[in-house]
């Protein structure tokens, strides 16, 4: 079974940028399809973004398309999500989570993301 910790939320203005890292502990990590959520508050959790196992296939939502860039290391059993030209509306507590397919069954404790205007 596969751990994570997410890392690299904090408070920044409006147009900063941001790197989440999540770290994996476990031998499988390379195995699963990795993903990043967000959860603001009053919200329901939901999807930014997704990495194959491979690294080469990703997929976004449309809100973060363009602004967002998820990758991972397998080597070092992290993967990374940088944010770019970040707004008001990206202030949530940020999650990733491991899994097969589209069925996502491990989650780290997440970060927090506060974006001021």
């Known amino acids: 079974q596969v751990q994570l910790v997410e890392s690299g939320g904090g408070l920044v203005q409006a147009g900063a940028s941001l790197r989440l890292s999540c770290a994996a502990s476990?031998?499988?990590?390379?195995?699963?399809?990795m993903g990043w959520f967000r959860q603001a508050p009053g919200k329901e959790r939901k999807l930014l973004a997704t990495?194959?196992?491979?690294?080469?296939?990703?997929y976004y939502v449309d809100s973060v398309k363009g602004r967002f860039t998820i990758s991972r290391e397998n080597a070092k059993n992290t993967v990374y999500l940088q944010m770019n030209s970040l707004k008001p509306e990206d202030t949530a507590v940020y999650y990733c989570?491991?899994?097969?397919?589209?069925?996502?069954?491990?989650w780290g404790q997440g970060t927090q993301v506060t974006v001021s205007s």
């Open positions: 476990g031998r499988t990590f390379s195995g699963y399809t």
């Open positions: 989570a491991a899994g097969v397919g589209d069925a996502y069954d491990v």
């Open positions: 990495v194959r196992p491979s690294g080469i296939s990703a």
